[in-house]
């Protein structure tokens, strides 16, 4: 048997969580305060993933950088590809909130959205 301590990131709470497990199976979740805390246990020990929040460059706008994030949380180990590709990539101004900066990002799938807009210069 093995035990996973956990602490909860969905809220500011921060519930510490323990997760027996039996190999891959799941025997136990305990500590969470709501399901949500369950849910993300439940992920982190058999898949865990991440939503990556930054900075992407801009072309021709009123600021040099734009804050981005995956619209989805992706694989984490994948941030690190998700990273790399989103520091080399440049979008053009002028951007809107909501936008999308890159389409299908480290061939996750997942796209990365602009999360502030930056005006044309
Ligand atoms: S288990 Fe629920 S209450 Fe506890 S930190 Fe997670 S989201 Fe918040």
Known sequence: MDTREL????????????????GAEILSVTGNNCKRGEIYAKTEVTAPVRTVTTTIKVNGGTHDRVSCKTKEPIPKDKIFEVMD????????????????LIPDCAGTGIPIVATKGVDNI
């Open 85 to 100: 590709v989103i520091n080399r990539s440049v979008c053009e101004a002028p951007v809107r909130t909501g936008d999308i």
């Open 7 to 22: 602490t909860c990131i969905n809220c500011p709470m921060g519930c510490r969580i323990t997760v027996v497990m039996e």
